[in-house]
């Protein structure tokens, strides 16, 4: 394959939808799909094997779920606007509202046959990286126990909380505590209780036993409340990589850069936004104080103009030549759906691969679809 291409594997992604159908079945709970990770809706028609609905944050979103996986969306947004809220109503089953002013101006247009929720602020989440924590001081997500009357407006029927980014079952077990202590006092008041994504039970050391049983629990303590939990990067994890090329090796101050035909700012951000280290096929992540010593320690950099555009430092065992690949694993979740085109970088193809062999071409990218966006 000539240019850089992400390919999702049909097998890995059955894998993870059948875990989590199993999670959902015997917890008694709704796992919807949470497209802020995961977007590419060709492969819907797996997906809905194994659940029924998603969840969406705009517009766009939302129409996505209607007219592409064939169900109304469970919508939240930070804000909705007077122009597009009525046909985001249009495509919702559930639509929560993130602050009581929010739901004041538009719950009377939402129409009778959506279930309006809540966004809740419980104070607490162990997400360490403060660009993903939901609760931290001064957030602009959700509404703090303080805030609520103690007699909710009639047609709220639920609540939404988000604490968690990538988190274990342990982590859901002590925030449930604060969640409980700060909101159960309207939980009879209520139809639904949405726990928000993070939830990644299709990690290989997650707890799946201990989050099956805190689900349970809710359902003894709370037996008329449905629970939803809508995780993103669970559903994609571990299920295929971002393949990219050599294009050149460059070298300065005793440190080598091999350039890509990918860009880390533009087809894999989370990696500089979190930041986190990708594992790289065939490579092994050292220590950045190792570059001068090692003889085939590389710093990968991207093909864009932004100076910090590169990560580093990875040993291959070998001398890199231009032409060869180079393969990001674990490339599928919150890439597709964050990837842009700043430079006219040359946008990775979407391939899937399926159960029996065959690789398909989702979507390839050119000029096109680069000047169209500056329409």
């Given at each position: 394959?000539?240019g850089?291409?992400?390919?999702?594997?049909?097998?890995?992604?059955?894998?993870?939808?059948r875990?989590?159908?199993?999670v959902?079945?015997?917890?008694?709970v709704?796992?919807i799909?949470?497209?802020?990770?995961?977007?590419?809706?060709?492969?819907?028609p797996?997906?809905?094997?194994?659940?029924s609905?998603?969840?969406?944050?705009?517009?766009?979103?939302?129409?996505l779920a209607?007219?592409?996986?064939?169900a109304?969306a469970?919508?939240y947004?930070?804000?909705y606007?007077?122009?597009?809220i009525d046909?985001i109503a249009?495509?919702?089953?559930?639509?929560?509202?993130?602050?009581?002013?929010?739901?004041?101006?538009?719950?009377?247009?939402?129409?009778?046959?959506?279930s309006i929720?809540l966004?809740?602020?419980?104070?607490?989440?162990?997400?360490?990286?403060?660009?993903?924590?939901?609760?931290?001081?001064?957030?602009r997500?959700?509404?703090?126990?303080?805030?609520?009357p103690?007699?909710?407006?009639?047609d709220?029927e639920?609540?939404?909380?988000?604490?968690h980014c990538?988190?274990?079952?342990?982590?859901l077990?002590?925030?449930l505590?604060?969640?409980?202590?700060?909101?159960?006092?309207?939980?009879p008041?209520?139809?639904?209780?949405?726990?928000?994504?993070?939830?990644?039970?299709?990690?290989?050391?997650y707890?799946?036993?201990?989050?099956?049983s805190?689900m349970k629990?809710?359902?003894?303590?709370?037996?008329w409340?449905?629970?939803?939990l809508?995780?993103?990067?669970?559903?994609?994890?571990q299920?295929?990589?971002?393949?990219?090329?050599?294009?050149?090796?460059?070298?300065?101050?005793?440190?080598?850069t091999?350039?890509?035909d990918?860009?880390?700012?533009c087809?894999?951000p989370?990696?500089?936004?979190?930041?986190y280290?990708p594992?790289?096929?065939?490579?092994?992540?050292?220590?950045q104080?190792?570059v001068?010593?090692g003889?085939?320690?590389?710093?990968?950099g991207?093909?864009?103009?932004?100076?910090g555009?590169f990560?580093?430092?990875?040993?291959f065992?070998?001398?890199l030549?231009?032409?060869?690949?180079?393969i990001?694993?674990?490339?599928?979740?919150?890439?597709?759906v964050?990837?842009?085109?700043?430079?006219?970088?040359?946008?990775?193809?979407?391939a899937?691969?399926?159960?029996d062999?065959?690789?398909?071409?989702?979507r390839?990218?050119?000029?096109?679809d680069?000047?169209d966006r500056?329409?």
């Amino acid at each position: 394959m000539e240019g850089p291409v992400y390919i999702i594997e049909e097998e890995k992604l059955r894998r993870n939808l059948r875990l989590i159908a199993d999670v959902a079945r015997r917890a008694d709970v709704e796992i919807i799909l949470a497209f802020k990770a995961y977007a590419l809706w060709k492969t819907f028609p797996v997906f809905r094997e194994y659940i029924s609905a998603t969840t969406a944050s705009s517009l766009s979103e939302a129409r996505l779920a209607k007219e592409t996986f064939g169900a109304p969306a469970h919508t939240y947004s930070p804000a909705y606007t007077d122009r597009e809220i009525d046909e985001i109503a249009a495509c919702s089953s559930h639509l929560t509202f993130n602050s009581l002013s929010q739901y004041e101006r538009f719950h009377e247009r939402v129409g009778q046959k959506v279930s309006i929720g809540l966004r809740v602020n419980p104070e607490y989440s162990e997400v360490g990286t403060l660009l993903y924590n939901p609760c931290a001081p001064g957030t602009r997500f959700g509404v703090t126990a303080d805030k609520l009357p103690p007699q909710l407006p009639a047609d709220v029927e639920g609540f939404h909380c988000h604490c968690h980014c990538e988190s274990g079952a342990d982590v859901l077990q002590r925030t449930l505590v604060h969640i409980e202590d700060k909101f159960a006092r309207w939980f009879p008041q209520l139809k639904w209780l949405n726990l928000g994504g993070g939830h990644l039970m299709t990690r290989r050391d997650y707890d799946v036993e201990l989050l099956v049983s805190l689900m349970k629990g809710l359902h003894e303590r709370y037996p008329w409340l449905k629970i939803i939990l809508e995780p993103g990067s669970a559903f994609a994890w571990q299920t295929g990589p971002l393949v990219s090329h050599v294009v050149d090796i460059v070298e300065d101050k005793g440190i080598r850069t091999a350039i890509l035909d990918v860009s880390f700012t533009c087809h894999m951000p989370d990696c500089l936004e979190m930041p986190y280290m990708p594992d790289v096929r065939g490579a092994e992540t050292i220590d950045q104080c190792s570059v001068v010593n090692g003889h085939h320690v590389y710093r990968l950099g991207g093909n864009s103009c932004l100076s910090g555009d590169f990560m580093g430092s990875w040993k291959f065992d070998h001398e890199l030549q231009p032409g060869e690949e180079i393969i990001f694993e674990d490339m599928i979740h919150y890439t597709t759906v964050k990837t842009n085109m700043f430079n006219g970088i040359s946008h990775p193809a979407i391939a899937m691969l399926h159960e029996d062999g065959r690789l398909e071409m989702l979507r390839e990218y050119g000029y096109e679809d680069y000047r169209d966006r500056m329409d």
